[in-house]
């Protein structure tokens, strides 16, 4: 058990990729909670692509990371020492504790995690944000029904994985686009997607076409830029885009074009639509409860890709999602002794 609190900080705001001159390791003693609170012990942090927007001084939809702070994070741990009657020591719990070895938490939006049904990193994945991203992204703002054809870029990440899944389960012929030919494979032999296109063989386009002859009805974006643009091309009549993400162009230094094919939109009297999952927290039981229970009879495939070496490891770690180097959802386990 660690005797000091490690905490990454951001020390510099990134211009493109951020690199080790963007965060700050430092220590601090471990904190002690007030009555009403508890401290963690955090065991596993989430790595996520929508981090890299934290990162910038712009207006967004949460306020960026300031520069000093410890970077935001969702993460799993456990109960270090309570003071809180709701929560005792050794439970295991999920909430927005950073980057850091042991974080104070009042209980606000913090969830217990039930090691029964499923192990803490798929409580950062199917059952955390990216779960129920890929849940009400479908659902409610692709009003997704049965025989859609669904369309989902970045499908063999964290949450391409879970929403061409969730498609599948709901009477949708699916197709995924990812990175080469071992990650098509998995989305078609052990996650059941229908067809998978490798963009790194090149022309996306052509293969979409061969792939959807008769047009998809859902695209689930987690790439924006040219991908996006393929996507347009090859929309049905009335088909909902749904904008999750635009990995592509995260560490883009210049501003990003938006897409030229965008009148593809008014000729298939077609809809696009950004959400943000956190817009949905006052329904995330019913989204946990429809993903656990396709959990409970093996009918969701999860797969996370632990990586070691605690809270320094971190910089490295989050620039895999960048580089395409993590199949399913990424986590960082920040302990050797859990």
């Not at 929508?50 to 306020?63: E, F, I, K, Q, T």
């Not at 025989?147 to 949450?159: F, I, K, N, Q, Y």
């Not at 298939?268 to 946990?288: K, Q």
Request: with cysteine; hydrophobic share 40%; aromatic share 8%.
């Amino acid at each position: 058990m660690a005797s000091v609190n490690r905490q990454v900080r951001l020390a510099r705001r990134p211009v493109g990729r951020p690199d080790d001159s963007t965060w700050e390791v430092t220590s601090a003693p471990v904190p002690q909670p007030a009555d009403g609170e508890f401290t963690v012990r955090v065991e596993y942090v989430s790595l996520d692509p929508a981090m890299r927007g934290w990162l910038n001084d712009v207006r967004s939809y949460v306020p960026p990371v300031g520069v000093g702070e410890v970077m935001r994070a969702h993460a799993v741990g456990r109960v270090h020492e309570s003071r809180h009657d709701g929560y005792k020591e050794g439970q295991l719990v999920s909430g927005h504790f950073g980057v850091c070895d042991y974080a104070v938490s009042d209980g606000s939006g913090v969830i217990a995690v039930d090691e029964s049904l499923a192990p803490p990193p798929v409580w950062l994945g199917a059952l955390g944000f990216p779960g129920m991203t890929a849940y009400f992204g479908l659902v409610d703002v692709g009003r997704m029904k049965p025989g859609d054809t669904v369309l989902v870029s970045g499908a063999a990440g964290a949450v391409g994985s879970i929403a061409g899944q969730i498609a599948k389960l709901s009477g949708c012929r699916v197709i995924g686009l990812a990175g080469g030919p071992e990650k098509c494979a998995w989305l078609t032999d052990e996650l059941g997607f229908d067809a998978a296109i490798d963009y790194k063989a090149g022309s996306v386009g052509r293969a979409l076409h061969g792939a959807a002859p008769d047009g998809i009805d859902i695209y689930f974006d987690n790439v924006g830029g040219e991908t996006l643009d393929s996507a347009l091309a090859v929309l049905r009549k009335n088909a909902r885009v749904v904008l999750c993400g635009a990995i592509s162009g995260y560490n883009a230094t210049d501003p990003q074009p938006g897409p030229s094919r965008y009148l593809s939109l008014l000729v298939n009297r077609a809809s696009m639509t950004g959400f943000i999952v956190f817009d949905y927290l006052d329904r995330f039981p019913e989204g946990m409860a429809a993903v656990s229970e396709w959990i409970r009879r093996g009918e969701l495939v999860t797969r996370e890709q632990v990586e070691t070496g605690g809270v320094e490891a971190f910089g490295r770690t989050l620039n895999m999602l960048f580089d395409g180097a993590n199949t399913g959802k990424l986590v960082l386990k920040t302990t050797a002794d859990s």
